[in-house]
């Protein structure tokens, strides 16, 4: 009795060891540089929005960007009370990733019960690069993933327990996700499902009803949030593919390729974990293709088709970062593959023992060497080339040329170029592009574009028949590159 004690209390604080360490990691890899990149974009016109004077001119800028609910910029304004750096305001996003941790170790706790799957997928999500790049980007993305993850393990609990107080936790905690991002919305198809088993079982009414009155609380705060706040995307044209094919939204949203430049070594920790994760389904599905695990991978692949049909439906493009609250999910399979595979090596290898400590830890130590590459080429990128065009630009620009800037960029340039004095001139000079323009290449006044690179062909033609060549390039670590054309 007295042996069996202790080796529970051994067990006990080596797990407990083993999260706290997790936790670190994923915590420093989330603070990690997070003030070192500009904003770019997006990111420049949610902190310009946390930038007005009073919060409701902040909801009133939230209200203008495409389906933005506004507690993401509700925070970000407060933040904005104290300074403008970018690392200061990226912070809550950092924090609401490291939260997801945690919110993810206990779904996967509680779907498989087994504390060591657990840990590897709090493991694999703490080293996961696209993780950590949207929890270093001011934006909605961070808490949509920790709202999305926390809201499934409540109704998870919720379904399994019955109990009023579990359900009034899931309700409230979607609810306020619905405020950051109305994907929030999306976790009543994968509840849905989880209430399957359940049919015509003991307390199966109690549940349904449970449900009900969640399902209409949350529709209702669903629509209302959708009248008051989010601007519509309109386009004559149906442009799903316009930026993303199907296999990139896929791949790069569910965390199994990477999301910015990077070595065939940065590759290898995507191709992993989705070699596990097909592990994992697989091995989920035949083990109970009903059972709440596999319920799950059918709500994912709901999921992944609402988004499309969504954005097909309002012509909006297809972005991999949409299904970014699914990463975690797929992560648990994917933890489900690494642990049948540390379980079939730990019975080859070590009969006797149930399950070895140091498989694991040697296990652990693989992945941490493999995300290795890709986390050190994320760190070393830059989101853009402001700085650099600025030093291309000043060793032959002439006050009276104009600099004609594409795709939604002229904010940053003009953002960052006017705090520094040294580069004023060049910003009275900047002019956006009229992007919808035929001729948008042939302005006449012009000697100077910044265009996204590397340029489609039918624009590079368009720009050289136009007497222009480049005069800058960008480096091939940079996160979203933009090269300078100069007429001659």
Known sequence: MANSLNAKQGNWISEHIALLLIAIVGLVLRLWQIGTKIFWMDELGVAQAAFQPTLSKTVDAAREHIMAMPLDYVTAWTMARISHTEGWLRLPEALWGFLTLLAGYKLCLELSGKKQLALFAMLMMALSPILIEYSQELRFYAPLTFFFTLALYLGLKAIRRSRSLDWLLFTLTTLIGLYFHFYLIMTLSITVLWLIPKFGKEQWERIRNYFGISAIILSIGFLIGLKMFGGIYVESQLSLFKYESLSSFLLTGLGWTMPFPTSPLGWVIGMLYMTLAIIGVVINLKRNPLGEVSLLFYGVILIVLL?????????????????????????????????????????????????????????????????????????????????????????????????????????????????????????????????????????????????????????????????FEPAYIPQSNTLYPQMLWRRQ
């Open 307 to 467: 988004v499309i049909g969504l954005d097909a439906l309002k012509n909006y493009p297809l972005f991999a970062r949409q299904i970014i609250m699914l990463a975690p999910l797929l992560i648990f399979f994917s933890a489900c593959g690494a642990d049948w595979i540390v379980e079939k090596i730990t019975i080859r290898y070590s009969a006797t023992i149930p399950y070895s400590w140091a498989t694991t830890i040697l296990f652990s130590l693989a992945l941490i060497l493999i995300a290795s590459p890709a986390l050190y080429e994320y760190y070393g990128a830059s989101k853009g080339s402001d700085q650099e065009i600025f030093t291309a630009l000043s060793e032959h620009w002439q006050p009276h040329e104009k600099i004609h800037v594409e795709a939604g960029a002229f904010e940053v340039y003009s953002y960052y170029w006017s705090q520094d004095p040294s580069k004023n001139p060049l910003v009275s000079a900047l002019t956006p592009l009229d992007y919808h323009s035929s001729d948008r290449w042939h302005y006449p006044d012009s000697a100077w574009f910044i265009v996204n690179y590397p340029p489609a062909k039918e624009l590079e033609d368009a720009l050289r028949s136009a007497g």
